[in-house]
């Protein structure tokens, strides 16, 4: 019966280490994760940065055109300088995040050891 308690409470010992191990492995592996997160969550803004200027640019241009008179009368212009604005509004919504649900992504930089990542 010793004999019995005894292996009993090795194998508990080593499944709690085996646990333990476990846990450490993950809290690593959430800590690398993220880590690359937080880097490529960066290189977006970096990268979203760099194109507003240019849609500004396009939409400050297309609407100048649509006050020059010489296209007053030209419905096919204001159509497409109209479809252009829509489209240009829509990239700088997405590159300002509000329509991908900007901010930092769920986890980045919150991450504790015994919490789980919303990734």
Known sequence: ????????LALTHQQEQNRRQLAESLHKLGQR???SLAQHFGQLQVSAHE???PLTIIKGFTQVL???PSLAEDGDAHEMMAGSLSRVGRL???VTGRQAGGGQPPGVGHHR????LAV
Do not use: D
Request: charged share 15%.
């Open 1 to 8: 019966m010793l004999l019995a308690q005894s292996h009993f």
């Open 33 to 35: 994760l993220s880590s």
């Open 51 to 53: 194109l507003r200027t």
């Open 66 to 68: 649509r006050t020059n």
């Open 92 to 94: 700088h919504e997405v």
């Open 113 to 116: 050891r015994g919490q789980h």
